[in-house]
């Protein structure tokens, strides 16, 4: 197994699966820029634990499988599926995403986040379904 692999098996186990937000500390440093989780890019530790708070109090118990995992030096590419539950209901939660992040001595230095969070949000109760052909058939939500 690659070492870039083994970081973000790492981050999903110890950040999600296990909830520790000190991994978070651990693994990002000062710099990171965590792209596509937020309106705008979130910045550093600080920056991720707001987002990983707002997450935790929506999902728990965090499965995140790995269907892909593309390396090209410093750089991974992570097609992942990601099961989860909804903290409120205890209602199964699937969606899936595709994260491109920078890796450098075994920190993550850059993430590019594309997650579905239209289904997630779906399946959480917080949009309407079908929102997505919804929009673009022109439809709007008041």
């Not at 892909?68 to 209901?89: Q, Y």
Request: aromatic share 8%.
């Amino acid at each position: 197994m690659s070492k870039n692999r083994e970081v973000v098996e790492t981050w999903f186990r110890r950040v999600w699966a296990e909830e520790d937000e000190s991994a978070i500390d651990d693994m990002l440093v000062s710099e990171t820029e965590a792209r596509g989780l937020a309106s705008k890019e979130l910045t550093g530790p600080e920056g991720f634990k707001a987002f990983h708070r707002a997450f935790l109090a929506n999902l728990c118990e965090f499965d995140i499988v790995i269907d892909r995992f593309i390396e090209d030096d410093d750089w991974a590419s992570v097609l992942v599926t990601i099961n989860a539950k909804c903290r409120e209901s205890g209602k199964d939660i699937c969606t899936t995403g595709n994260i491109y992040l920078q890796i450098v001595d075994g920190k993550l230095i850059q993430g590019d986040n594309h997650i579905d969070f239209i289904s997630l949000l779906e399946q959480l109760g917080k949009l309407p379904e079908h929102t997505l052909e919804h929009a673009l058939s022109g439809g709007r939500f008041s």
